[in-house]
Nanobody, 114 residues
């Protein structure tokens, strides 16, 4: 089955960290740019970060630059999002996205609250 599966979300206090994973099954993502998006309650889905196929190129939304780090392990067919210095406004469902297949994962909930 062709799918992307996110994991690693949860409840964390402000200033804390989480690491999200996105694992592909049924196909390889090693030659593909991968993206993370997020959607907060009542808001549009917004871009968070992308990483090039070899992992040498990355880009971040201004709202997360300097706090989030995207990475990948092509041997594991997995992309990661390390989130540090989390803020309440980072609360959202986080999705990974493969544009070449227009394929979204099911999302993982991140809640930042004291």
């Amino acid at each position: 089955q062709v799918q992307l599966v996110e994991s690693g979300g949860g409840l964390v206090q402000p200033g804390g960290s989480l690491k999200l994973s996105c694992t592909a099954s049924g196909f390889t993502v090693s030659n593909s740019v991968m993206r993370w998006y997020r959607q907060a309650p009542g808001k549009e889905r917004e871009y968070v970060a992308l990483i090039g196929a070899a992992g040498a190129v990355s880009n971040y939304a201004d709202s997360v630059k300097g706090r989030f780090t995207i990475s990948r392990d092509n041997a594991k067919n997995t992309v990661y999002l390390q989130m540090d210095s989390l803020k309440p406004e980072d609360t959202a469902v986080y999705y990974c996205y493969l544009q070449t297949r227009r394929l979204w994962g099911q999302g993982t909930q991140v809640t930042v609250s004291s």
